[in-house]
């Protein structure tokens, strides 16, 4: 079966170490996206990917990195710059830009 | 850029009531819609799109929404809701030319049988 496999699906991590959360899709879609879900916020855009080799930052990119060596993977990396990193993190990926979206089943990151 | 309000962030009907929740975006130029749907423990999912066309959109489970350009409103509606409608809804918004999808707050819909 197609989908998005993210790993794992809790997390937790001490203050002031980097984390690195794991996203793989087999749809063969071009546009890969990070969102965080927060209570009553919503979903806020992180990072995305057009096409391998690119990203761009989203709304709150600050704290975060992210790669896309490979069509199928879009690691995040939640680094100790982060502020609040506590929260559940969205990947998903769409056949090109502006298609709906497809979503992983998240990974809930718990730093104390 | 664009950016998308919903008006209700939790509402409680009982089975067979009917459902409007109201959403919001704002933006000049032409826009792709979207409802998705979080039922409890599963992941987000599609409920229904607008691209073009016709502004009166059907999509699964009985769902429906109406775009209305001039309100920048994109309502989902159905006219009697179940318990296993119970979910939290997210309205989305991106333009045609870019890939950005905006998020609103989400509304948790609680139904009572």
């Known amino acids: 079966d197609g989908g998005i496999t993210q790993s794992p699906k809790y997390l937790f991590r001490k203050e002031g170490q980097n984390v690195t959360l794991s996203c793989e899709q087999n749809l063969n879609h071009d546009a890969m996206y990070w969102y965080r879900q927060d209570p009553g916020q919503g979903l806020r855009l992180i990072y995305y990917?057009?096409?391998?080799?690119?990203?761009q930052k989203g709304d709150i990119a600050e704290g975060y990195s992210v790669s896309r060596e490979k069509k199928e993977s879009f690691p995040l990396t939640v680094t100790s710059a982060q502020k609040n990193p506590t929260a559940f993190y969205l990947c998903?990926?769409?056949?090109?830009?502006?298609?709906?979206?497809?979503f992983g089943n998240g990974t809930r990151l718990t730093v104390t | 850029a664009q950016s998308v309000s919903q008006h209700n962030h939790h509402v409680i009907l009982s089975e067979a009531a009917s459902l409007e929740l109201g959403c919001n975006y704002s933006?000049?130029?032409?826009?792709?819609l979207f409802w998705y749907v979080q039922y409890p423990g599963q992941h987000l999912q599609l409920l229904l799109k607008?691209?073009?066309?016709?502004?009166l959109v059907k999509g699964i489970k009985g769902f429906e929404a109406e775009f209305i350009k001039s309100k920048f409103s994109f309502n989902l509606r159905k006219p009697s809701v179940q318990w296993s409608d119970t979910a939290e809804y997210f309205c989305?918004?991106?333009?045609?030319?870019?890939?950005?999808?905006?998020f609103g707050e989400g509304t948790q819909l609680t139904v009572n049988p």
């Open positions: 990917s057009q096409i391998v080799n690119d990203f």
């Open positions: 989305a918004v991106t333009t045609t030319s870019g890939s950005r999808l905006t």
């Open positions: 998903a990926s769409s056949l090109q830009p502006g298609s709906p979206l497809h």
């Open positions: 607008y691209f073009s066309g016709d502004p």
């Open positions: 933006y000049g130029g032409t826009v792709n």
